[in-house]
C-alpha cells in the first residue's frame, strides 16, 4: 500500500491474481490448520460490512465425532437425493464428482446467520431483513480470501439440508445456516474452477451487464 486507504498497482494486480486463485476446494491434506493462522483469517467476519452493523453471523466449529457424523449423514442422504434429479449422462457424471471435503479437511465451521439480532437496532433491515444473511454471505468471501492468502483452502457444502442440520447441532431457532465450511490444505493448486474441469459447467467469458 502506498498511502494511507491508497493501492499500488502492484498490489491490484496481486488481488486480482488473489481473487483467480480463489477456489472451492474438496480435495484436502489431513495435515492440522495452525490455530494462529486460523485466528487471523477468521479475524474477517470483525472486519466485514454488515447491515446496519449488525454483525449477525454466528460461528460452531464443529469437531466432536459426533457433530461431525451428523453432518456427514446429513451430505449423504441430500447428496442421495440430489442425484435422483438427474438422468442419463448427467447422473453419471454427478455421481462421480467429489462435492465434500468433510472427511479429510481438519477444520469445520458451520456457519448461521441470527435473524433475530437487535443489535444494528434494525437498521437497513426493516425494509429488506434477507441483508443480515446477505452481509453473512459476504463475511463468508472475505474469509475466504484471506485463507487463500495463506495458502488454506476452503470448501462452501451446500448439499445439505439444513434444518437438520441446525437441529443436530443445536443452535437458537433464529438461526439460519448460511455457509457449512471445510477448511485445510488443498491437495494440489489450481485456478480453474472444478466443476469446469471435469465438464459439469463452464465459467462465463465476460459479466453481462443491462441498462435500463
Given amino acids: ?35 494462529a493462522v486460523l485466528a487471523r483469517c477468521l479475524d ?3 472486519l466485514a ?10 460461528l460452531i466449529r464443529v469437531e466432536s465425532t459426533g457433530a461431525r457424523a451428523a453432518v456427514q449423514a446429513n451430505f449423504e442422504a441430500a447428496n442421495a437425493a440430489a442425484l435422483k434429479g438427474y438422468d442419463g449422462d448427467r ?9 465434500s471435503g468433510m472427511r ?8 448461521f446467520c441470527d435473524d433475530g439480532a437487535t443489535k444494528g437496532q434494525g437498521l437497513g433491515a426493516r425494509t429488506m431483513p434477507e441483508m443480515r444473511r446477505y452481509s453473512v454471505a459476504g463475511a463468508v468471501m472475505q474469509l475466504w480470501l484471506l485463507l487463500r492468502s495463506e495458502g488454506l483452502g476452503l470448501g462452501w457444502v451446500s448439499i445439505l439440508d439444513p434444518d437438520r442440520l ?7 431457532a433464529d438461526w439460519r445456516l448460511i455457509a ?4 485445510g490444505w ?16 463452464r465459467r462465463s467469458a465476460a459479466v453481462r451487464v443491462e441498462t435500463r
Fill in 1 to 35: 500500500m502506498s498511502g494511507e486507504g491508497v493501492f499500488s498497482t502492484e498490489f491490484r494486480a496481486e488481488l486480482a491474481d488473489l481473487l483467480r486463485w480463489r477456489r472451492d476446494v474438496r480435495h484436502f491434506r489431513r495435515d492440522p490448520v495452525d490455530e
Fill in 44 to 46: 474477517a467476519f470483525r
Fill in 49 to 58: 460490512p454488515s447491515v446496519g452493523l449488525s454483525e449477525p453471523w454466528r
Fill in 91 to 99: 447422473a453419471a457424471l454427478y455421481a462421480g464428482l467429489k462435492l
Fill in 104 to 111: 479429510e479437511a481438519p477444520v469445520h465451521l458451520a456457519v
Fill in 166 to 172: 441446525a437441529a443436530d447441532l443445536g443452535v437458537s
Fill in 180 to 183: 457449512y465450511l471445510c477448511i
Fill in 186 to 201: 488443498p491437495e494440489a493448486q489450481d485456478n480453474t474452477p472444478e466443476l469446469q474441469r471435469v465438464g459439469w459447467e
